[in-house]
């Protein structure tokens, strides 16, 4: 993100973690830049912290609200930036259903192959089968990933925010 911020027009999150555009990423965006969510809740963009830099926020239309930054560059979010495909739209594409099934799938033969060793519990995804998935939709999309900040990884291995 710290390169993209500066180069990218459109931000769309997708990846289930917080805080993946910061007011670091604001600072460089170009004027107009728009920014929105897919991926969870509506912690992966840090909308306070943007309102904390911003000089002034103004809805524009239904779904977009600008956000006047000191440097007078204008960055809108859609959507309050809560799941865009929900708060804006009809659902969940099949960009976004294939991957859930790929996991379910992955799960299933995990199961499958497990089961002698397994009590009888609710059990989440295992990492390994999660990544795999992850990795390969990214590979197939040409995509590489910045490193996860310690703040985002105790995010991610628990429950008690944003649920």
Same mark, same amino acid.
């Given at each position: 993100?710290?390169?993209?911020?500066?180069?990218?027009?459109?931000?769309v999150?997708?990846?289930?973690?917080?805080?993946?555009?910061?007011?670091?990423?604001?600072?460089?965006m170009?004027?107009?830049?728009?920014?929105?969510n897919?991926?969870?809740?509506?912690?992966?963009?840090?909308?306070e912290?943007?309102?904390?830099?911003?000089k002034? &926020? /103004?809805?524009?239309?239904?779904?977009? %609200?600008e956000?006047?930054?000191p440097?007078? $560059?204008?960055?809108?979010?859609l959507? #309050?930036?809560r799941?865009?495909?929900l708060a804006s739209?009809?659902?969940?594409?099949?960009?976004?259903?294939?991957?859930?099934?790929?996991d379910q799938?992955?799960?299933?033969?995990y199961?499958?192959?497990?089961?002698?060793?397994?009590?009888?519990d609710?059990?989440?995804?295992?990492?390994?089968?999660? &990544? /795999?998935?992850?990795?390969?939709?990214? %590979?197939?999309?040409?995509?590489?990933?910045? $490193?996860?900040?310690?703040?985002?990884? #105790?995010?991610?291995?628990?429950?008690?925010?944003?649920?």
């Open positions: 993100m710290s390169q993209a911020s500066a180069i990218g027009d459109l931000f999150t997708l990846t289930g973690d917080k805080s993946v555009l910061r007011a670091e990423h604001f600072r460089k170009k004027d107009g830049a728009i920014l929105c897919s991926g969870h809740f509506n912690v992966e963009i840090d909308l912290g943007l309102a904390k830099i911003a002034s &926020k /103004r809805p524009l239309r239904d779904f977009v %609200e956000y006047m930054l440097n007078g $560059r204008r960055i809108c979010v959507g #309050e930036g799941l865009i495909n739209a009809e659902g969940h594409p099949a960009s976004v259903m294939d991957m859930s099934f790929a799938a992955l799960s299933v033969e199961l499958v192959k497990n089961h002698a060793s397994l009590k009888k609710v059990f989440k995804v295992p990492d390994e089968l999660d &990544k /795999r998935v992850a990795k390969l939709k990214l %590979e197939s999309m040409g995509i590489k990933i910045d $490193r996860l900040t310690p703040e985002q990884e #105790e995010y991610l291995a628990g429950w008690s925010e944003g649920t």
